[in-house]
């Protein structure tokens, strides 16, 4: 158990991932709370691409060395790309 010790303040996403990769939320349960939140409906547009195989496959590996999902690693990637061009 936590020994009542507090959840530390933290104050960004590093923070709170180091925190939680070392601690187990099993330890701290009775200091949280339930959360009432709506999840946009527009996060869960999905969009049909063509992606050649051998793009998609080095994607893939790319999103798992890192721990993250190929979607999320795409939507990264494109991201930082049109931040490009924009800037260019």
Do not use: C
Not at 35 to 64: D, T, W
């Amino acid at each position: 158990m936590s020994e009542n010790k507090p959840i530390p303040e933290m104050n960004s996403y590093e923070e709170t991932a180091e925190f939680w990769d070392t601690h187990s939320l099993a330890d701290y349960w009775d200091q949280t709370e339930p959360a009432a939140f709506e999840i946009s409906p527009e996060l869960h547009r999905r969009y049909l691409v063509a992606v050649e195989s051998g793009l998609l496959n080095r994607l893939r590996q790319a999103a798992y060395a890192r721990g993250v999902s190929t979607e999320s690693l795409i939507n990264l990637l494109l991201e930082q790309r049109l931040h490009e061009i924009e800037s260019a």
